[in-house]
Structure formats: C-alpha cells, structure tokens
C-alpha cells in the first residue's frame, strides 16, 4: 500500500482516496486544455512538466517555473515523508517529523500562492467570471475537465501561434511597420492579482515614424516592460 502511495503521489501529486480520482480528472482536463491552446496534450500526462505548461496556457511563464519547481519539491517531501514513516518507528519520530511537516507546509504554501497567480491569467485568457477561482481552489480536476471538454470554453490565443508570430516578425519584420512606422494606440492594461484588477498602463498612444529611434525612459515600476 505505501509503494502504491508513492506511484500515485509521483504521477499523480495526489494519494489515494478521493484526491486521486480529482487528479484524474485534472489530468484529463488539462490534455483538452493543452490541445485548445496548441500544446501537446501528453504534457497532462508528465508530473511537474504540466504544471508549466499550464503556465504557459495563461501567459504567466515567468510564474510557472516557481510553480513547478514548487510541485517537484511537494512530490519528493511526500515520497521522504512517506518512506520515513514506513521504515522508522513512531518512537523515533520526533524532530525528524516536525522538519518534515515544516518543509512540506511551507512548498504547499509557495505552491498554492503560485496556482492562484497562474489560475487568474488562465481565467483571462478564457473570459470567465472569477468565481470560477474558488473551484480551482477547492476541486481543480471539475474545471479543468469542464474547460478541458466543453465546446465554449475557449482561449483567447493558442501559445503556439504567439510563439510562431515572434518568431516571424524576428526573422521578417511587419510589412505594416516597416513602409509606414509604428502606431500604438494602448486603451488600457491591466492584471488581475489576488481577485483585484489593477490597471498598470491607460490612454497611451504614440506614432513613430518610419526610420526613427524612440527610447523609452522611466524609474523602476514605472511600466516600461508592461508597455
């Protein structure tokens, strides 16, 4: 049964009972929601690696490597504490063990932190109301299938083609921008942290003719990597 715990915590990052079978369904959501989103949907099936690619599915990379970092640490504490409690014997359990719990609270904690940062863009990215958060929350593997599988839950961009478009205006450069210069008319930008919008970036347009340098200047948070 303990070796089994172990499997199903390393594929899964769930033990049995109940939370498996809601990773099971989170599983099986996240191969519909990778295909929708252009990736490959067998990254559902690969622990730790799907945790950033669903980062990569709400625009949030930069999230996505603590996020699975953190999953990786959350599955070998599970395994540590796991075969410490199969080999040692309760008598000797002691500081050991508060470690233990210790470490593991702390790698969920970071872990849950850096899941509402990646839900919220993926809530973006599909349009949704924000309640939808609090099932992700509680009983991820319920949206994750219903966004997954159902026909109108829909994302905003495929990562695959931001991915290729950047690649091309590296290589090739826009036909619009290079005969005619650059027009930016920016309504407004904004993030959602928390379940708080914050607009970062509003009104702001700004024509720059073809052949001309613009350099963008400002102190630390004025906005210039967000615009």
């Known amino acids: 049964m303990n070796l089994l ?3 199903t915590n390393i594929l899964f990052e ?3 009972g109940w939370g498996l079978i809601f990773a099971v369904l989170y599983i099986a959501g996240l191969w519909g929601l990778f295909k929708k989103s252009g990736l490959k949907s067998w990254w559902a099936l690969v622990p730790v690696a ?3 690619q669903l980062s990569r599915c709400a625009g949030r990379e930069n999230e996505g490597r603590v996020y699975s970092l953190t999953a990786l640490g959350g599955i070998v504490l599970n395994v540590v504490v796991l075969l410490v409690n199969y080999t040692v014997d309760d008598a000797a359990l002691s500081g050991r063990d508060v470690l233990l719990s210790v470490l593991v609270l702390t790698v969920v904690m970071v872990h849950f932190i850096y899941h509402i940062r990646v839900i919220s863009g993926l809530i973006e990215v599909y ?3 924000k309640r939808w958060m609090w099932l992700w929350i509680f009983a991820e593997g319920i949206p994750a299938f219903v966004w997954g599988f159902g026909k109108k839950y829909q994302p905003a961009w495929k990562v695959e083609d931001i991915k290729a478009e950047m690649a091309r205006l590296a290589s090739h450069g826009s036909a619009s921008v290079m005969s005619e210069g650059l027009t930016v008319n920016l309504k407004e930008r904004t993030a959602t942290e928390f379940f708080q919008k914050k607009i970062l ?3 702001i347009h700004m024509a720059i003719p073809q052949g001309h340098m613009v350099l963008l200047l400002g102190g630390s948070g004025a906005g210039k990597t967000t615009y």
């Open 5 to 7: 715990n172990i499997l």
């Open 127 to 129: 349009g949704v109301r």
């Open 14 to 16: 769930a033990s049995i």
């Open 50 to 52: 799907r945790d950033y």
């Open 201 to 203: 970036l509003r009104d």
